[in-house]
């Protein structure tokens, strides 16, 4: 099976950069994703990490260290409208294309 | 349409009716996903289409749960005799095969 552990919650001042943890144990390995979820909103696509190493989109950053079963996603700049909670996931390693979520992480940025 | 499109965007209904929760997913995305959360939690896994075809429904709570897609395209979620445990938000996501999802806004559900 798989299972993800994030932090509950996480605070941070506008302006600042922040880094939301991700664990993962899984029964295989097919890329981490990471989420973005506005409260009353839908969860929308952020990053995605197949290989180790970081990729970089704008302000946000995905790492991944296969190794250690272990990703982060890093916010600079941070903005209140970054106030959100953020999801890794994995995918089914046997070719299905389930997803799996992690717990989730309520980032609030404060002035 | 150019998104996911859940109906209805709420439903408030009594212990014990049944309900149908619709999807229509972007089209040409083979991948189609339904998932629940509870207010303050995480997505909870509850089957997945590829095409017409569910090859995981082991997230589907009880046998009350089921659901169907058709075509390609729209699928169904049906709850049978609604409990109040069943109040939640039912996200159905849609993508092309190993591309990311693309969700709906959800249908919140409560059982008075």
């Known amino acids: 099976g798989q299972s993800l552990e994030q932090p509950s919650e996480v605070t941070a001042v506008e302006g600042a950069i922040v880094q939301i943890n991700c664990t993962y144990q899984t029964s295989g390995f097919y890329g981490l994703s990471w989420y973005q979820q506005h409260d009353g909103g839908a969860p929308t696509f952020l990053s995605y990490n197949a290989l180790d190493g970081l990729e970089e989109t704008g302000r946000f950053s995905s790492f991944l260290s296969r190794s250690d079963s272990y990703g982060y996603l890093l916010l600079q700049e941070l903005q209140m409208k970054d106030s959100a909670s953020y999801f890794c996931?994995?995918?089914?390693?046997?070719?299905?294309?389930?997803?799996?979520f992690g717990t989730g992480t309520k980032l609030q940025v404060i002035p | 349409g150019a998104g996911v499109s859940q109906s209805p965007s709420n439903k408030v209904t009594e212990k014990g009716k049944d309900v149908e929760l619709r999807c229509d997913p972007i089209?040409?995305?083979?991948?189609l996903y339904w998932y629940r959360q509870s207010l303050g939690q995480g997505l909870e896994f509850l089957i997945y289409f590829q095409g017409n075809s569910a090859p995981d429904k082991s997230g589907l709570p009880s046998d009350r749960f089921s659901a169907e897609r058709t075509g390609g395209s729209v699928s169904t979620l049906t709850i049978q005799r609604t409990q109040q445990e069943d109040s939640a938000v039912y996200l159905c996501?849609?993508?092309?095969?190993?591309?990311?999802?693309?969700f709906g806004d959800g249908t919140r559900l409560s059982i008075l």
């Open positions: 996501a849609s993508s092309q095969v190993g591309q990311p999802q693309h």
């Open positions: 089209s040409g995305h083979t991948a």
């Open positions: 996931a994995v995918r089914d390693p046997r070719g299905y294309q389930k997803v799996t």
